[in-house]
């Protein structure tokens, strides 16, 4: 996908670790302070050192006033999609709307099977992604009654409720190409990481995603193209966001102006507190005066 000429916006991919709930908060309110847009969670619920996802968003939607919050992404396998819809749309009234639904078709299948949820193929997982995207729209909506049988799923006169802050955006983490394809079709995001789509690999997952649209009838462009990335901003390096921030920016440019990509956000390899000051003092506005530089034809 080309440019779609969007804000350049930048996420924290905050770490769940359960050892010191009070500095996740303190974490959250520094990325806040620092001008981040966005804060995202991972959820792997059979991770023994991590607290519960949701438990945590809930926690960090009051202690923050301005920053976005997603889960990075949910496990829809041990997340049923109405028990998903009732916390999506609590947490978005909780922050005043600053909540969006990352969501992933799962993956850790041993750990997934241990704590209890189905174990998909890859074919099902797609079928049971889509079953749960129509149904959260549905339960977000002010329909009386939501009745549905799927092959996955099934709700039976559930009455939706309460309705959201404002629309919520469903961002799915996916990177084969019948799910590509979903997204092109139904979601509102993607949302993959790094270390499973490195940037060379970019380009061709989003023509996929922007044929899909088009053959709905959806403009690809209103489809947000977000990156977990990770790296560390110093000295030396030389490989993909390993060096001076002069090197972040170069490398990160071209995943804007090029392959269409409007947020980035940060896992830090090392020193997540000197890290984040330091990606948002040196790299974030460098590139933001770099793509408006670029789209200006500076």
Do not use: C
Not at 24 to 45: K, M, N, S, T, Y
Not at 56 to 81: C, K, M, N, Q
Not at 173 to 194: E, F, H, K, N, T
């Amino acid at each position: 996908m080309a440019d779609a000429g969007l804000p350049v916006r930048f996420g924290w991919f905050l770490v769940p670790e359960a050892a010191d709930p009070p500095a996740l908060v303190e974490e959250a309110r520094l990325a806040e302070r620092a001008g981040f847009d966005l804060i995202g969670v991972q959820d792997h619920p059979y991770q023994r050192r991590h607290l519960d996802t949701f438990t945590l968003l809930a926690a960090l939607a009051p202690a923050t006033e301005r920053i976005g919050l997603f889960p990075d992404v949910a496990s829809l396998p041990l997340r049923h999609p109405a028990m998903l819809a009732k916390a999506a749309a609590s947490l978005d009234l909780i922050s005043g709307g600053r909540f969006e639904l990352g969501l992933g078709a799962g993956a850790f299948w041993d750990a997934i099977a241990a704590m209890g949820g189905p174990r998909r193929s890859p074919g099902e997982a797609v079928e049971a992604i889509e079953e749960a995207i129509g149904l959260l729209r549905r339960l977000w909506s002010d329909e009386r009654s939501v009745r549905f049988e799927g092959r996955h799923y099934r709700v039976a006169g559930v009455r939706p409720g309460p309705a959201p802050a404002h629309p919520i955006g469903i961002w799915v983490g996916a990177y084969g190409p019948r799910m590509l394809g979903l997204i092109g079709r139904l979601a509102d995001g993607w949302v993959p990481s790094a270390s499973y789509m490195p940037p060379e690999r970019l380009a061709g997952a989003q023509a996929r995603i922007d044929a899909a649209a088009a053959e709905a009838g959806r403009d690809p462009a209103a489809i947000r193209r977000l990156y977990n990335i990770s790296g560390r901003i110093g000295p030396g390096g030389g490989g993909f966001l390993d060096g001076p921030a002069a090197q972040w920016v170069e490398q990160l440019l071209p995943l804007v102006t090029e392959i269409g990509m409007d947020t980035f956000v940060l896992w830090a390899a090392e020193s997540p507190a000197s890290q984040l000051e330091r990606f948002a003092a040196e790299v974030a506005p460098a590139l933001r005066e770099a793509v408006a530089a670029h789209r200006g034809g500076g």
